[in-house]
């Protein structure tokens, strides 16, 4: 389905990519364009396209090429339908027609099969059209704008290197993490969170971020998971160990450190609730030491 997205309203880039951003908006006038977006997992190459689609008005449709497993596919299928096999068709055709369209391809890297985007070649050439016995002469629409992110970096090592062909059809955008003072302003706006609460967050995804042993990045991303966490009331620790992806050994014994050191990782206490619909309205929690021993037995048939 096309539509036009809302718009955020604390959305941040820097001068670079928003000024590339508005040559790409004035290209689009003359004709249709693509631009292939880089960068390291959650540093914000979606939002970004998305944001262009809002700020411009512009439909956006999103296609995850991983999924991709055979060529053509992003156009449609066969399926059998009524007793008799009939063709398909997807949004991809009707987002390519769609004036203005902004057409988001994800992980452009990473499809199934290698040869899953041959298709693609013409659809972003200088012709803008393809021919498919099935739907006929595609056109690319007046003021299309494709755009490709891919992930790179050494966790990425292992995906589908992009073809050169392919490459050489995009404008290219470098993307980075944002600095810690928009960061900072980013998490107190979005989430509701404290400047302390900011900042401790912040400090932490750096200590993170600088430990060789973890990993793991740390993006903005993750740095926002962390701050809803903290904002509905989990501490700082659960926060971290609830949103980074990593050895949660090597986390927990840096999360030990930086506790010592710093003091402001509340590591809490573990002990088990009873957890039941009925506990759940009536806003209490049992320890599990205060239950009778029917209710211990049953907890324990059921570990």
Not at 244 to 256: D, G, P, W
């Amino acid at each position: 389905m096309l539509f036009i997205p809302e718009e955020d309203p604390y959305y941040y880039a820097s001068s670079n990519v928003l000024g590339t951003i508005d040559k790409i908006e004035k290209l689009s006038k003359r004709h249709p364009v693509n631009v292939l977006i880089a960068g390291k997992q959650g540093c914000g190459k979606s939002s970004l396209v998305k944001q262009y689609a809002a700020v411009h008005r512009r439909p956006l449709a999103t296609f995850q090429v991983g999924i991709l497993s055979e060529p053509g596919q992003l156009f449609g299928e066969y399926a059998l339908e009524g007793g008799e096999t009939k063709y398909k068709q997807f949004l991809f055709p009707q987002a390519l027609q769609t004036p203005n369209c902004v057409i988001h391809l994800e992980e452009i890297n990473r499809p199934e099969h290698p040869k899953a985007l041959n298709m693609l070649f013409s659809i972003l050439s200088d012709d803008r059209q393809v021919w498919m016995d099935e739907l006929g002469l595609l056109k690319v629409a007046p003021g299309v704008v494709f755009f490709a992110t891919l992930n790179e970096g050494d966790e990425f090592i292992g995906t589908e290197l992009l073809d050169a062909a392919l490459r050489d059809r995009f404008y290219l955008m470098l993307m980075d993490y944002l600095p810690n003072e928009v960061e900072r302003e980013i998490l107190i706006n979005k989430t509701g969170i404290t400047g302390k609460q900011a900042d401790d967050i912040i400090d932490i995804a750096n200590a993170l971020r600088s430990n060789p042993t973890l990993l793991t990045e740390i993006s903005t991303r993750t740095t926002l998971m962390i701050a809803e966490m903290v904002s509905v009331g989990a501490t700082l620790a659960e926060a971290i160990s609830n949103s980074v992806q990593t050895n949660k050994e090597a986390l927990e014994s840096l999360l030990i450190s930086l506790h010592m050191e710093k003091g402001y990782l509340e590591m809490g206490e573990t002990e088990y609730l009873l957890y039941t619909r009925d506990v759940l309205l009536k806003g209490e929690s049992r320890p599990l030491a205060e239950n009778p021993p029917e209710e211990k037995m049953a907890c324990s048939q059921h570990a």
